[in-house]
């Protein structure tokens, strides 16, 4: 069933008015500049931020526009300002977003034989492809269980952290991006994951891993990439992430689609093998939940 994301308890109307001025803070704009952005005085915003005044439901949708605040969190502050909510959310099973499926079902299926997943804003993975879940042989099967999160799989010791070559790099990528999301979303289940994925402990020796030397690395590397053992070589990927424009229910504005391309001729010329192939064939079961349906 669709619905509302609403607020825990009663939000008061005039509560409206500290909730904006919190997020102008988080996005380090003035008064003038926000008011600017979204067309309306600096003295009319700054009566709505004393609570002197209540905006219209326009003019607050536009400073969520341009305080860029996350989908999610947007009813909150529309039923603080005494409106009705704003946005729905949509389980991703229901007919009523098909279309996102057949269209990430077919991304995922037509980047093969390159690896590509997509996952929510806490990372749960809600879809992969075979050449995704054949990087994942090996890792224990507690965090094979739903909800599979993809940033306990790359830093949990027993998930693929023993197979990337280049962990310490890697481990620190991905924490600036978790800190930066959970910043910027200010939202305590990214935050809460941070802390976690931080504190995991690891044999000696795994963090003092560190890229090639400046005299042996690459010096064509244009992002940080992947090194990871799989079928008894390293393979290399950089990645693109993708999210849809303009969406007007939480759950499609919360996916995120990361794609992963050959990061050296190696690595291209390993994943279009016949050998493997024959590695996904016998690494991913037909029977997994988390392949596109239409494979």
């Known amino acids: 069933m669709r619905g509302h994301t609403m607020p825990s308890g009663h939000t008061k109307p005039n509560r409206i008015g500290p909730m904006i001025r919190e997020w102008r803070h988080r996005r ?11 067309e309306t005085s600096s003295r009319h915003l700054s009566f709505i931020e004393t609570g002197r005044a209540r905006p ?50 077919r991304l995922l299926t037509g980047h093969e034989p390159y690896p590509a997943l997509v996952f ?16 994942l042989d090996g890792v224990a099967e507690e965090l094979l ?61 795994l963090l003092s891993t560190e890229p090639n030397s400046p005299d042996t690395s690459d010096t064509n590397q244009i992002a940080i990439p992947l090194h990871i053992r799989a079928l008894g070589t390293e393979l290399s990927f950089f990645s693109a992430m993708t999210t849809f424009v303009a969406p007007v229910d939480i759950t499609l504005a919360e996916l995120t689609i990361e ?28 029977s997994s939940p988390l392949l596109p349906t239409g494979r």
């Not at 326009?58 to 946005?87: F, H, K, S, T």
């Not at 991006?177 to 000696?204: I, K, M, T």
């Not at 050959?262 to 192939?277: I, Q, Y």
Request: aromatic share 8%; proline share 7%; with cysteine.
């Open 120 to 135: 929510d804003t806490v990372s749960d993975l809600f879809r992969a492809n075979r050449s995704a879940m054949a990087l």
């Open 56 to 105: 219209s439901r326009e003019l607050l949708l536009r400073l969520c526009d341009q305080l860029d605040v996350p989908v999610r969190q947007r009813n909150p502050l529309i039923m603080a300002a005494g409106y009705a909510p704003a946005y729905e959310e949509t389980p991703i099973g229901e007919s009523h977003m098909n279309r996102v499926n057949e269209a990430v079902e």
């Open 145 to 205: 269980l739903p909800p599979v999160n993809i940033v306990r799989l790359g830093l949990h010791p027993k998930g693929m952290a023993r197979r990337i070559t280049n962990f310490a790099e890697w481990r620190r990528h991905l924490l600036s991006r978790l800190r930066r999301d959970a910043a910027f979303a200010n939202d305590e289940r990214l935050s809460c994951l941070y802390e976690e994925v931080r504190a995991y402990r690891y044999p000696p020796g």
């Open 259 to 286: 794609t992963f391309y050959p990061a050296d001729r190696h690595t291209a010329g390993t994943l279009h093998s016949h050998h493997w192939n024959d590695h996904l064939r016998a690494a991913v079961p037909e």
């Open 28 to 38: 380090n704009l003035s008064q003038l500049a926000l008011a600017l952005l979204a």
